[in-house]
């Protein structure tokens, strides 16, 4: 998951409050189309959920994510998990394709990731992913972001996310090399399995962070007020505003 340095993940919450990610990975998995014997690396695989279910169709799958104890959680399913930065991959041709599931708009490196990611492709190899793109939570952030400028703290500077358009991606992916398959940006409201504030304390912690530490605590719990409007339906079921890019491209067999 995050290589930022404010946002650190618990195991234990993620399953609670953020199961949703993997279970909707099924498409990009379905895009990805792996094969037995492919050897994949999982980009960002948390706590490993996706990574099982490619090793489980017979794929030979390294997991690699910035969060020992999402790989703490990941080893304990049996999977090859490691520690490792997204942005700084230590990979070099041994992989038939690279993976990533709502990983890569926590990676702001993204020239980095694409360089790593095509070292460590074979020439045909593939990269398929999906994320949080232009617009993603947008309502979530609005709200976020007016809170900490009136309190005089340069809001963006402290948001953690990349994401792109699908022609601001597509551009980086061909500057580097690949030839684009496939990229599309489409909205996908998002059920959450408890209140906003679950969700914030899981994803969004460094927007507290920029606070001083007596005031973090209380910061997500004026945040049902203030996004029920739009994010709330009448029987108190919460959603987030979703917006995902996801993309499947390949390195050419020619490529050195």
Not at 68 to 73: G, N, P, R, V
Request: aromatic share 10%.
């Amino acid at each position: 998951m995050s290589a930022v340095s404010n946002q650190t993940w618990n195991s234990q919450q993620y399953s609670e409050h953020a199961r949703f990610v993997s279970e909707l990975g099924t498409p990009v998995v379905a895009l990805l189309a792996p094969l037995r014997g492919e050897r994949i690396l999982d980009l960002g695989c948390g706590d490993g959920p996706l990574t099982k279910q490619l090793s489980d169709l017979g794929c030979k799958v390294v997991g690699v994510d910035a969060s020992s104890e999402m790989i703490d959680a990941a080893r304990a399913l049996g999977l090859d998990a490691r520690v490792m930065d997204g942005q700084t991959l230590q990979f070099d041709g041994e992989f038939d394709a690279v993976f990533s599931n709502a990983a890569l708009h926590w990676m702001k490196q993204p020239e980095k990731v694409m360089a790593g990611v095509w070292r460590a492709l074979d020439p045909g190899g593939r990269f398929v992913g999906e994320f949080g793109g232009k617009g993603n939570v947008a309502t979530i952030v609005m709200a976020l972001e007016g809170a900490l400028s009136k309190r005089g703290i340069a809001a963006k500077t402290v948001n953690p996310w990349y994401n792109p358009t699908a022609e601001e991606y597509r551009t980086l992916l061909e500057a580097h090399g690949f030839t684009v398959n496939s990229i599309a940006l489409f909205p996908r409201s998002t059920p959450l399995p408890g209140s906003i504030v679950g969700w914030l304390e899981t994803f969004a912690q460094p927007f507290a962070a920029a606070l001083p530490p007596p005031d973090r605590s209380a910061f997500f719990e004026k945040w049902p007020r203030l996004c029920r409007p739009n994010l709330c339906d009448d029987a108190g079921n919460w959603h987030a505003d979703y917006v995902r890019l996801r993309f499947s491209a390949t390195k050419p067999q020619s490529a050195a």
